[in-house]
């Protein structure tokens, strides 16, 4: 009975600890197992690297792992970055007249497209053009005073107090009627710029003064993308730096530009600094506030060993990757330690460790170790 009862209480301590294991404890077990296979494969292919040397001559009968590879040539190699910005009209205002009034004609609808200089609203100008009629009679009246005292005047007639009295009064008179002809000038609403009628906020008979928005004008034919850059790039970007504009609304549209303006101030909210990129917009496609991402060219370098990123890997003692050597009848893979650079779309600079004409593992890299003897396929 007691060795039934010892029996059991095995069983299910071995239970126990069965279901203790968990999903890291696994994965542990799994990579230190993966550590001890590329450990093997590095002993194996150190040991087919010395019988190579050994006998030169001799034919590698073990087996040859499978490679697709890659002869380096130096290019030409551009680093790129992205900023997003939203879309502004260079043009756009909303008017509002000089002086208060009621609205007594709005002489465009939403939409319109008007001209520079184009009628868009009058105010009521009746009690204005009563003044300016009344001063006219006062005036022309003025004006044959002032004429007659300045004959007596030349004549030595008369005195001078009666001379500058009319010259004073006629000269008073011209300048009110320049005013109300101002005045009456500034009732009268016309378009500041060529454009398109967004939005009429008043409608006739209302109220209307400065600084109160009578309607919206927009011109579409120039916009600007404004989009703020990290303080990190302001030594990388300059005005009529190339630069390429996209849009998430149009997936197919990408427009060449050049950088028009720098900001010079860094915001000291978030450390980024302005950027502005004028687009020529003569089909109005793009509307202000459309959202947009500008393609910054930072980085160009000539003549530059370029490899795909996902070749890169890394282990303790700095990044790698894998090329090939011939050694006998044999093409042995050789763990290259290398200095990358800047990478973008996928595609890595090499700054050091790799040289043109050097054959690099494309395919199959990760089935490889420091030595291993490879087979190469198309």
């Not at 790129?80 to 008017?95: D, K, P, Q, R, W």
């Not at 990044?319 to 996928?346: D, E, Q, R």
């Amino acid at each position: 009975m007691k060795k039934i009862i010892l029996i059991l209480t095995v069983v299910i301590s071995v239970m126990a600890c069965n279901s203790e294991r968990t999903a890291e404890t696994i994965t542990k077990e799994i990579q230190s197992k993966e550590n001890s296979i590329e450990t093997l494969n590095s002993e194996i292919s150190k040991l087919e690297q010395e019988l190579s040397e050994l006998k030169p001559d001799s034919v590698y009968t073990g087996k040859k792992i499978p490679v697709r590879t890659l002869k380096l040539q130096t290019q030409d190699f551009d680093h790129f970055f992205e900023a997003a910005g939203e879309l502004e009209s260079v043009n756009e205002a909303y008017i509002s007249p000089e002086v208060s009034g009621q609205i007594e004609k709005i002489a465009v609808q939403e939409g319109d497209k008007v001209k520079k200089g184009q009628l868009l609203a009058k105010l009521n100008t009746s009690l204005i053009e009563k003044n300016i009629e009344e001063i006219k009679t006062q005036l022309s009246f003025a004006k044959t005073m002032f004429d007659k005292q300045s004959e007596l005047w030349d004549k030595n007639i008369g005195s001078e107090r009666q001379y500058l009295e009319a010259k004073n009064n006629y000269e008073s008179l011209e300048n009110k009627l320049k005013t109300l002809r101002s005045q009456y000038n500034m009732s009268v609403i016309t378009a500041p710029f060529a454009g398109e009628v967004e939005d009429i906020i008043l409608k006739k008979g209302e109220l209307a003064g400065p600084g109160v928005r009578l309607m919206q004008l927009v011109a579409l034919d120039k916009l600007v993308v404004k989009a703020k850059l990290s303080e990190s790039y302001i030594s990388s970007i300059k005005e009529g730096d190339k630069v390429v504009v996209s849009f998430p609304s149009y997936s197919n549209l990408e427009i060449n530009a050049i950088v028009s303006r720098v900001g010079n101030v860094i915001d000291k909210s978030n450390r980024t600094f302005m950027v502005e990129v004028e687009l020529n917009n003569s089909d109005n496609r793009l509307k202000p506030n459309m959202l947009a991402n500008i393609t910054i060219n930072d980085y160009n370098a000539e003549n530059s060993i370029v490899v795909p990123s996902v070749l890169i890997k890394h282990d303790l003692s700095g990044k790698y990757l894998f090329s090939l050597k011939k050694k006998g009848n044999n093409m042995i893979a050789t763990k290259k330690y290398i200095t990358p650079g800047k990478s973008y779309k996928s595609m890595t600079e090499i700054l050091s460790g790799l040289e043109a004409g050097e054959i690099v593992i494309t395919d199959g890299y990760n089935n490889v170790s420091d030595g291993s003897v490879v087979n190469i396929i198309k």
